[in-house]
C-alpha cells in the first residue's frame, strides 16, 4: 500500500485537539486494512516525525433514516498517534492534497 493510501485524513474534533496540546498527539483516519507498524511507518515518512506509539480503534458505521429511507454510514479506523517532541521543528498537520 502507498503512504497516501493508508493515511486518509486527519481528524480535527475538540476531543482531537485536547489530546494533542496536553498529550502531543494527533488522531487520523486511515484505512481498514493498515495495521499498526503501516501506520507508523507512513506517519515517519509523510509528516517527518519520530513516532513514539500507534493506538487504533475500529468505528462500526451509525444506522440514520432520512425520510422512509433507511441507510447506514461506512466503518472507519482511527488512530491515535503519540510523536516525539523535535527541537525546532514541529510536525504540523496541513491541509492539502498530496
Sequence with gaps: ???YQIIKRPLITEKGMRSNEEHNTVVFQVDRKANKLLIKQAIE???QVKVLEVNTLNVRGKKKRVRMREGKKPDCKKKKKKKKKTKGRR???KKGGK
Design 45 to 47: 515518512v509523510l509528516f
Design 1 to 3: 500500500m502507498d503512504h
Design 91 to 93: 510536525g504540523e498537520v
